[in-house]
């Protein structure tokens, strides 16, 4: 007899087999979910070394390239604002 997982209280699973169908449903169920539009979407990329003091990169969209450097916290969202905003400005004109 198989005992419980101490984590969610449920059943173990008995054997390996078991096991991938729970991950496959639960990979499935992920699909499912609604995208977030890649409209969306931006690479942020930190400069070396990181650390809290020298909170600089670079950010770019991906489906415009459009983006720019960062040294703060705040011009990073700046950053994404603007480009956001050129983003939605370009879909209503269409």
């Known amino acids: 007899m198989a005992g419980h997982d ?33 409209a969306l979407a931006f690479v942020v990329q930190f400069s070396e070394p990181y650390d809290a003091e020298t909170f600089c990169g670079r950010v770019q969209h991906l489906l415009t390239a459009d983006g720019g450097n960062f040294t703060t916290p705040e011009t990073l969202v700046a ?13 209503s004109e269409e």
């Open 6 to 38: 101490e984590r969610t209280g449920r059943p173990a699973a008995d054997s390996g087999e078991e096991a991938e169908h729970g991950a496959a449903k639960a990979g499935a169920g992920l699909l499912q979910r609604k995208q977030p539009p890649a």
């Open 79 to 91: 950053i994404l604002r603007r480009v956001l905003e050129r983003t939605n400005a370009g879909r």
